[in-house]
């Protein structure tokens, strides 16, 4: 590569570069290689995404499912107009490079465009990695450190710091002959960081809650990984559960309390998820004939007073679950028939998709399109540069 004469100021070239969308900066990586050294610099990764966050006009959805007839995962985005009617028809399908060996990965978060899965089937943690979809890059990382030699149940939870360091938590609980408390308390912890490359324990956290085990599942919001959490009463047997928060950036816990009508709910009838950009939990009651179940928001994060229930959904027609929120609130539900269904809570209407996939496969998440996991030794692959038409241009 030779470079390009200059025809723009260098901070005009800047501002055209950041409003251009992923895929054309990747095929202007080989212009020249000022070109590659500034569009895979730190700086300009990280303005680039925060302008990409500043743009709320677009709203892009990941979705994934997994067929169980040909055994494979499949992952989408598509485009979420605010006001507009539901509709699948700017789907984008993404080519997902690694193939899990027994069923799907789980997705234990994403963040800036990158999606965090680990293949954890039986409890055995086996692989984990970060894939940015818009750049096709995967990065394996190394196990964890924690590696307990009796039976034990763990979490990880996914996400990122001001300094542009993406960081994953495990917390690992033994289990013991307790009858009220299954799970010793407090667990052992250790964090990794994307920018050392290593894990390293952390001692003394004080986490004195436990996260929920069946199928646990986390949000990243306002800096920090939000799970659900419960204690017991060692006296009664009684359960309380809150939200437990571990902030990325200064890696600390800390817990958020539940409102009266979700504090003593069993924490596997709570679900953590996100809302219009707030702190969300659904809660579920389950029932012979399906059930119902209620979407709670707290409007201010950190203040318990401003916990508020949005509405009550009765689970009709194998609703299941909720996957996730459109942009406008409509929810999207899963089926105890493998479908994905909408319904909207105002009017009360249903609409089959025409999604299928294992039930508990369903992922939706708010996406972004970055450059993250660009820089450094991350190399695009030639497939994917070919399959943009790039290395024929070269």
Known sequence: ????????????????????????????????????????????????????????????LLLRRYNNTHNKEHYSLFQDIKNQPFSLNFTMELNFPVNCQLGYYRIVGTCNGVVCLCDDLFGELKSLFLWNPSIQKITTLPLPLIKPQQPHMFVLGFGANNDDDYKLVRLVYNINDDVVSRYSIPPEVEIF???????????????????????????FLNGAV?????????????????VMAFSVADEVFKEIMLPEGLVGEIAINLSVMVFEGSLAVVKYEREIDGGSCEVWVMKSYGVLESWSRLYRVNLVEDMEKVVGFR???????????????FYDPSSGDKKDLGIRGSARSFYIQNYVESLVLLRGNSVVSDEFLEGMGILSMQ
């Open 193 to 219: 960081s994307l920018n050392s490359g290593v894990w390293r324990r952390v001692i003394g956290v004080g986490v004195k809650r436990c996260m929920v085990e069946f199928m646990w599942s986390q949000v």
């Open 226 to 242: 939000h799970w659900i959490a419960y204690d017991v009463d060692p006296t009664n047997g009684g359960v309380r559960s809150s």
């Open 1 to 60: 590569m030779t470079d390009a004469n200059p025809y723009f100021p260098p901070d005009l070239l800047i501002e055209i570069l950041l409003k251009l969308p992923v895929k054309s900066l990747i095929r202007f990586t080989i212009v020249s290689k000022s070109w590659h050294s500034l569009i895979t610099s730190p700086s300009f990764i990280s303005t680039h995404l925060s302008q990409k966050n500043q743009n709320t006009q677009n709203t892009l």
């Open 327 to 341: 942009c406008n609130g409509e929810v999207l539900f899963s089926t105890r028939g493998n479908d994905m269904v």
